[in-house]
């Protein structure tokens, strides 16, 4: 994974047919996908609960881009080194989910993982002045995480305006999880984010057998984004 900011878009696949991931994942894909975007819930620490590391070791034939693994859990350590041998590019994990988040981004590299950091939206930005050098990608949500098509909360905006200009010149992705939509993605660009995750807004439209809306949305979404981008040049 070579490191750029050009906007990347990464489908959710918590949104995607789920009697038929490798079809969808590799549809996505074929439609312009940068990442693919796996969304780990365990009941606990969000409502609601999906992929086990079985099940993204089933994942991972099917992914030619980056696999994107994002960890709604709580403990987070005891299952780092099972994603990341179910072949994990990246393992983000949440602020929030324990009480030793520097260990946990350590084990997270460890285990031969780029390590992302996910923030609620409830969350400041001012511990992660201190882990900073630590990551490789921010996750900022921009809906409370759990379910997907919630109404994306624009106080984060200014929240990755501040990460940006905290982030400097380090390699350091700023990702968007929550309520992307071509409206919403220029809104986050401009703000300083380079990955745009995103499940309804990619998936609605579309099947396996008729992937052609997929790859409508996904340029939509990207075309917003880089728009608002080629204004402020």
């Known amino acids: ?30 439609q312009g996908a940068d990442w693919v975007h796996v969304d780990v819930m ?7 609960l999906t992929f086990g590391p079985p099940a993204v070791k089933a994942f991972r034939p099917h992914v030619k881009t980056v696999m994107d693994v994002h960890l709604m859990i709580a403990p987070v350590d005891p299952y780092i080194d099972a994603y990341a041998e179910a072949g994990a590019d990246i393992l983000t994990a ?30 400041g930005i001012e511990d992660v002045e201190y882990l900073i050098d630590m990551v490789d990608l921010i996750c900022v949500m921009t809906v409370n995480p759990g379910f997907g098509g919630q109404k994306f909360i624009h106080s984060q905006i200014d929240k990755v305006k501040r990460l940006r200009a905290m982030i400097g010149d380090r390699p350091v992705h700023i990702e968007i999880d929550g309520g992307i939509t071509p409206e919403t993605a220029p809104l986050m ?22 992937p052609a809306p997929y790859g409508a949305n ?16």
């Open 42 to 48: 365990d009941g606990h620490f969000v409502p609601n």
């Open 94 to 123: 949440h602020l929030e989910a324990g009480p030793h988040i520097h260990r946990t981004l350590q084990a997270i590299r460890g285990a031969g993982c780029k390590a992302g950091l996910a923030l609620n939206p409830g969350t």
């Open 218 to 233: 996904i340029r939509a979404i990207r075309a917003a984004a880089e728009g608002v981008l080629g204004t402020m040049a």
């Open 189 to 210: 660009a401009a703000a300083g984010a380079d990955v745009l995750v995103a499940g309804s807004a990619v998936f609605k439209g579309g099947s396996v057998s008729d």
């Open 1 to 30: 994974m070579s490191f750029d900011r050009t906007i990347k878009i990464a489908p959710s696949i918590l949104s995607a047919d789920f009697a038929n991931f490798g079809a969808e994942i590799q549809a996505i894909e074929a």
